[in-house]
């Protein structure tokens, strides 16, 4: 099944991504493309990311103040 039509990218691809140590959107989209260009299959595609490793990876980093100087 195609997740990403902008960029055909199925869900295979993203299975097989994370299998390969993908953990996050932001490293599924530099890797495979996936959300680069209109960004609605991102849901569906943070979907099959939680189905493989069975938790929530955050859309954005999260950037930490409490080291600021
Ligand atoms: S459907 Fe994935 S970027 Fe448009």
Do not use: K
Not at 12 to 31: P, W
Not at 33 to 60: K, M, N, Q, W, Y
């Amino acid at each position: 099944m195609y997740v990403c039509i902008c960029n055909g990218v199925t869900e295979r691809q993203i299975r097989e991504a994370a299998a390969n140590g993908c953990r996050t959107v932001a490293e599924l989209t530099m890797r495979t493309g996936c959300g680069a260009t209109c960004g609605t299959c991102l849901d569906t595609a943070i979907a099959v990311l939680d189905s493989v490793h069975g938790e929530r990876e955050p859309l954005f980093p999260i950037v930490s103040l409490s080291h600021a100087a």
